[in-house]
C-alpha cells in the first residue's frame, strides 16, 4: 500500500493527479485523527470524481497511528494510495501546480483540471466539495471506514470522533471568486495580497492567484499566501495564456455565483467586494455591479492614503443603468464608455449564457465586448457613485500598451454602436461566434469541470446553429455533441422539436433546470449508449450541484435524485429526496413533479422523505361502515369519487344531511365506524363571536361525544380557512382543536402542511389524494363539432373558466387583462361556463368583445360541462385563496391543460410548459396569455396528453 522514495529520483506517478499533503505546519500541525480524517476525504473526493489519485506524505510528519494504518492491507478499502516521501514536497517553480490550504477550496473542478497539488492544512476538513457532499448526504458514500480505522487504532475520540466531526461537514459555497493573473508582478505583489487579505468578507471568497508563465519572482509570496489564508488558491502555469484567458480559466473553475477581476496593480476599498456583492444578492434583476474609483499615477498608494484624488464614474450614471449607457459620444463618434472598468462584480451564470471574454477578437477591450455583448440581451448593470476603488493609470498600462487598441475598439463600436443610448436591444451587425470556436469553449467547458456553463452553452449554441438552414454537417456535428456531453441519441430533434429549448427561452438557471429534467426524460425513451451515457451522467450530476449551489433552488437537488434513478441506484435517489424534503419541505413538494413529472407515485414519495404522513390505503383500513358530513354529492361529484374505491371494498358509506344527525351515530358490532368530516363553514353560524363561538363548543361537544360512543373521527381539510368566512380568529381556533380531537388529519398533499399555520404539529396527518374525475379523451373531429356548438372556429385560440363562479374566485379582477389581450388577438375566444354568482364578474364581463366572448351562466349538467371544457385550448382557473382546486382534477381528467394560480397546492401538480402554466399576478397572466395564444396544435397536443397522464398518475395513489 505504501512505498517510499525520495523527491530527488521519485518516478513518474501513473496516475491522474498526486496531492503532496502536508500534514506538519509547525502552527497547524495536523494529530492522528486529522491527518486519517484529511486521507479519508481525500479518497471519496478521488472516488466521486472517478480519479486515480496518489497522496505523498512527508515521512517524518506521519503520526505514529496513521503509519500503523498505513502497513494494513486491510484498510486499503477506505484510504488512498499512499506514497511516504523524503525531502519536503515543496512546489517546484518551473511546473504546473495547484497550492490551498482548506478543503473548501479544493473542488471537483481543480481535481479535474490539474494533476498536481499540494495542500497545506490547517485544520480538520470542514466546508467540502458540493458533489462529495450530496453524495455522502444520499449515503452513496460513506466514512465508515474512517470509523473503523480509528476504533481499531484506538485514535483518541474514536467513532464518536468521527461522528461529531461527519456532523460538522457543510458543502463548500463561497461568495465571490476574485480572479487574478499574476504576470511580472513583483512590483505590486507585496501591497496587492496585503490588500486583498484587509477586504473585508475575504474568507468567504476563493481567490485565484494564477501566476501564467511569469519571469517575475512571485511564487514565494504566493506559496506563503496561499499557506495563510485558507480563501486562496495558487495556480502555477509555465505558459501565459494571455490576460483575458487566464480570467475566463478562473471563471470556469470558480464555484462561487459571483466573480470579480482583481488586478494585482488597483487596490479595494475594503467593503468594496462585499458591498457590490450585496447589491447583486438583494436585487436579482441586475447582473453586474461597479462603483466608482479614485485615480492615481502613484503605484503601490494604500487605499487608506487616497483619499481627495480625482474620481472616474463618480457622477452622472443612475444607480441601474442599460448597456446604451456604454457609449459616449466624441468629434470622432462612439467611443468607449466602459463604467463597469476595472473592479466589478459580476453573476458568473453571465457566461454560461453569453459566453466568455474573447481577447483574440477584442484585445484589450475584451472586457467592453462581453458587456455589450450581455447588455444587448438584456443584461442589466448598477453603479453606485461612491468611490470604492483605486485604479492606477500608467503609460504602459495593458490597454494602452497594446498598439491596436483603438482598432479593436472601433471593431466593438461598428458591431454594437447600434445600441448606443437605447434601451431597447436591436439586431447586431457583423458576423456572430464561428462554429469551431463554440466547439472549442465546449471542449475547455469540460476540462475544466465547468459543467452547467458547458450544458448551457451547448443547448444556447446548438439551437442557433441549427435555426434556419443548417447543412447537413452542422447538424451531424450538433448531434456528435449532444451524444458525447449529454448522452442523447436525437439530440437535434430534441432541441428544435419543444419550444422551452430555445435560447430565448433559457435566460436564467431555472429555464436551464428545465433542459436539464428533459434531458434525464429523455434518457427514458433513448437506448443509453454505455461509456457516453456514464460520462453524461457525471456532467449533469455536476451541472444540478452547481445550479444548486448558485440559485438554491431544491429542484436541482430533486434533479440529483432523478439522476441515480436513471443510475438504479435507489437508495442514493431516496437519500437525496429526503435531504432536499428536509431543507425546504414546502419547496420540495412544490417543486418536486417539476422534475419526477408523475413518474413516481405521491404516497411511495411520501413514505420515502420521512414527511410524517401516513398514507392511505383503502385494502388495509376500509372501515366497515363510514357516515360523511356534510353531504354536498348532489351538487358535487367529488365526495362520490373519493368513496369509489371503499365502496368497492365494502364499506357501507352514508352522507349526513344535518350536524344533529352526528348525535344519533353508534358503532355496529361487526366492525370500526367512522365520521368523515369535511368542510367545517356550518358550524361557523352567528351575528358576532360570542355567537360564533358558543356554535364552535357545541360542536366539538358533539364530536367528543361520538367518539366516546366508539365512533372513529376523520377529517378532510379542503381550505385554510373558508372561503366566505366572517370570523378567522374562531375558525382558527376550531381547526386548531379539530386537529387535535380527530383520530386522522387527512390533506390531499403533503404541501398543505407547510400552508396551514394552525395546524398543531401533534396532529396525526395521513395523506389521501384528491380523487380524479373519470377520465375522458375524444377525437379531433369531437372536438371540432364541440366547438362548433359554442360558436367557435377551428382556428380560435380558446381559454374556458368554469364552474361556479363566487366571489371567492376572484374572476373580476382578471378580466380586464382577458380584455386587453382580446383586443389585440381577434381569434382570442373565452367561454365563462358555469353559474355566475358573482355581480362583480357580471359587471366586468361587459366591457369584453362580445364577439369574442361566451357565456353559459347557469348550473351545467356534468357531462355536458365536459364537453365545453375539451372544446377549449386550456382551461382558467383563479382564486383569491386556495388549498386544494377540484377544478385542476377536472380539467386535467378531460385532457385540457390549465393556466393556474401560484396558490396552495396547485403548484404541486401544474408543471409550467408540461401540463400547464402557473401565473402569479395580472401582468404575467396577460404576457402568458399573448405567448400561449401563439403556440403550435402540436406543442398544445402534448400538453394535453401530459395533463390526463398526471390524473393517471394520481390514480395509482388515491
Known sequence: MTREFSLDDSPA?????????????????????????????????????????????????????????????????????????????????????????????????????????HLFPRGLPVAIDPVLYFELTSGERSFDGLAAVCERLSVSGGRERVASWIAGLRPARPRVALLSSIFNGDEFLDGFLANSAAMAGYEDCEHFLVRAGSRGHEHGALLAHARRHPASVYINLPRDPGLYETWNLCARLATAPLLSN?????????????????????????????????VTETPNLEWAASEGLPVWFGSGIDAAYSVGELFKSTSGGLASRNIPHCLPVWRRRLHAFHGYFRERQYGPSADWEFWLRAGAEGVCFTHDTTPLGLYLKRPDSYWRANPEASAFDQRIVARYGAL?????????????????????????????????????????????????????????????????????????????????????????????????????HAWRTTPDEGEEREGAALILRDALVDLYSQSGDVRALIGLGLLKRRQGRSSAENGLLRHAHAVDEGAFWSGFQDVYRFERPLDEVTARVESGLRV???????????????????????????????????????????????????????????????????????DDPAAVAASTRRFLARLEAARARGVAIWWTVHNALSHAGRWPEQERTLRRELARLADRV????????????????????????????????????????????????????????????????GLEQYLPVFQRVMEQNPCFKLVIAGKLASRAARRRLKDLPAGQLVVDDRFIPEKELAGIIQAADYAFLCYRAILTSGSLFQAFSLSVPVIAPTLGTIPAYVVPGWNGYL????????????????????????????????????????
Not at 279 to 294: F, K, N, P, T, Y
Not at 772 to 779: H, K, L, M, N
Not at 919 to 948: K, M
Open 13 to 117: 506517478l501513473s496516475v491522474d493527479c498526486s496531492v503532496w499533503l502536508d500534514m506538519g505546519q509547525s502552527d497547524a500541525a495536523l494529530d492522528a485523527f486529522g491527518q486519517l480524517a484529511w486521507l479519508s476525504m481525500l479518497f471519496l473526493l478521488f472516488q466521486s470524481r472517478g480519479l486515480r489519485g496518489v497522496v505523498c506524505l512527508e515521512r517524518e510528519s506521519v503520526a505514529d497511528e496513521v503509519r500503523e494504518a498505513l502497513e494494513m492491507p486491510s484498510l486499503a478499502r477506505c484510504l488512498p494510495e499512499i506514497r511516504c516521501v523524503s525531502g519536503g514536497g515543496l512546489p517546484d517553480v518551473g511546473a504546473e501546480f495547484v497550492a490551498v490550504s482548506d478543503a473548501g477550496r479544493l473542488s471537483g473542478k481543480l481535481l479535474g483540471a490539474f494533476s498536481r497539488f
Open 262 to 294: 482583481a488586478n494585482i496593480d488597483d487596490r479595494r476599498a475594503p467593503e468594496q467586494v462585499s458591498h457590490l456583492a450585496a447589491r447583486l444578492e438583494q436585487d436579482l434583476g441586475v447582473d453586474v455591479a461597479s462603483a466608482a474609483l479614485r
Open 420 to 520: 448606443a443610448g437605447r434601451g431597447d436591444r436591436p439586431p447586431l451587425a457583423g458576423p456572430g461566434w464561428p462554429m469551431a470556436l463554440w466547439v472549442r469553449e465546449l471542449e475547455a467547458l469540460a476540462a475544466t469541470g465547468a459543467c452547467l456553463e458547458l450544458v448551457t452553452r451547448l443547448i444556447h449554441g446548438g439551437h442557433r446553429y441549427l435555426r434556419g438552414r443548417a447543412g447537413d454537417a452542422a447538424r451531424e456535428l450538433v448531434e456528435g455533441l449532444g451524444a458525447r456531453y449529454l448522452g442523447m441519441a436525437g439530440f437535434v430533434d430534441w432541441l428544435l422539436d419543444d419550444p422551452r429549448h430555445s435560447a430565448a427561452k433559457i435566460r436564467d438557471l431555472g429555464g436551464v433546470l428545465v433542459c436539464l429534467v428533459d434531458v434525464l
Open 616 to 686: 392511505w390505503d383503502t385494502a388495509e383500513t376500509a372501515p366497515a361502515r363510514l357516515w360523511f358530513w356534510p353531504d354536498f354529492s348532489e351538487a358535487n361529484p367529488y365526495q362520490r369519487l373519493l368513496y369509489r374505491d371503499m365502496v368497492a371494498a365494502g364499506t357501507v358509506v352514508e352522507g349526513l344531511d344535518s350536524m344533529e344527525a352526528i348525535d344519533a351515530l353508534s358503532p355496529d358490532a361487526d366492525g370500526a365506524c367512522v365520521l368523515h368530516l369535511h368542510w367545517i363553514h356550518p358550524v361557523l353560524t352567528g
Open 746 to 809: 387527512y390533506l390531499h398533499h403533503p404541501m398543505a402542511r407547510s400552508l396551514l399555520d394552525w395546524l398543531p404539529e401533534e396532529a396525526p396527518l395521513w395523506l389521501w389524494e384528491h380523487p380524479s374525475y373519470p377520465r375522458r379523451t375524444i377525437t379531433d373531429t369531437e372536438r371540432l363539432r364541440l366547438r362548433a356548438s359554442l360558436g367557435l372556429s377551428p382556428e380560435d385560440f380558446v381559454v374556458t373558466a368554469f364552474g361556479s363562479m363566487k366571489d371567492y374566485k
Open 919 to 958: 401565473y402569479s399576478s395580472g401582468g404575467a397572466l396577460e404576457r402568458l396569455l399573448a405567448l400561449r395564444a401563439r403556440d403550435d396544435a402540436d406543442f398544445r397536443s402534448v400538453l394535453a396528453r401530459n395533463a390526463l397522464g398526471t390524473v393517471h398518475a394520481a390514480e395509482r395513489t388515491g
